[in-house]
């Protein structure tokens, strides 16, 4: 019994070692008020429609594909026009532009 006991608890602190605690985590919701900016973070937004006190586009498709921006860097805005590559390999980020399309029948 004592052995399980030792080997069950040094399992767990295997495993543990290797998680992320919640609080590193970016929240995925946030409610309004809650959110508050990393050190060094600043606006994502730098040229499109920086008037308006948010930026929102709606779209219809009836059938085919659209390719959407999500890196606000895309000289077609709201559509991708793969500037988010040459931000990619510049900053080692990963970020790519939102595919949509008609679910075929």
């Not at 070692?17 to 985590?25: E, L």
């Not at 946030?30 to 730098?46: C, H, R, T, V």
């Not at 594909?65 to 590559?85: A, E, I, N, Q």
Request: glycine share 6%; net charge neutral.
């Amino acid at each position: 019994m004592k052995y399980c006991v030792a080997a069950a608890s040094l399992l767990l602190a295997q495993s543990s070692a290797f998680t992320v605690s919640p609080a590193a985590r970016p929240a995925t919701q946030l409610a309004a008020g809650d959110y508050e900016p990393l050190e060094g973070e600043s606006k994502i937004n730098l040229k499109i429609d920086l008037e308006s006190e948010k930026v929102a586009t709606m779209d219809e498709i009836e059938k085919g594909k659209k390719v959407y921006c999500r890196c606000w860097l895309s000289g077609t805005f709201p559509l991708c026009d793969g500037t988010h590559m040459k931000h990619n390999a510049a900053t080692g980020d990963n970020v790519g532009p939102l595919i949509v399309s008609v679910k075929k029948d």
